[in-house]
């Protein structure tokens, strides 16, 4: 079992960064592959990044690559999402999300979600 919980979320203007944090719990957290999701209103959540299990190598969706940055420390069991160059197209509810196989686009476990918002 994996307990997810973000954090980080907020109000940025066009252009801002914001860094997103996920907090996991269980003595196994190196055994999950970590990935990022998003649901913006009226759409389907949709995968932003995923990192993988030893943190080396990292998969974007095309969306977002050169923009946000995803990293873990499997020390401190967390997983970060840095934000850059922010769109308003970018506001939605990101999901923390755990998975056994890579790349991690069934997640097994998620968090409750942290709202971001970009203004314009």
């Known amino acids: 079992q994996v307990q997810l919980v973000e954090s980080g979320g907020g109000v940025v203007q066009a252009g801002g960064s914001l860094r997103l944090s996920c907090a996991a719990s269980g003595r196994t957290f190196s055994s999950y592959a970590m990935g990022w999701f998003r649901q913006a209103p009226g759409e389907e959540r949709e995968f932003v990044a995923a990192?993988?299990?030893?943190?080396?190598?990292?998969y974007y969706a095309d969306s977002v690559k050169g923009r946000f940055t995803i990293s873990r420390d499997n020390a401190r069991n967390t997983v970060d999402l840095q934000m850059k160059s922010l769109k308003p197209e970018d506001t939605a509810v990101y999901y923390c999300a755990a998975e056994r196989s890579w790349p991690p686009l069934d997640p097994e476990y998620w968090g409750q979600g942290t709202q971001v918002t970009v203004s314009s």
């Open positions: 990192a993988y299990w030893s943190g080396a190598n990292a």
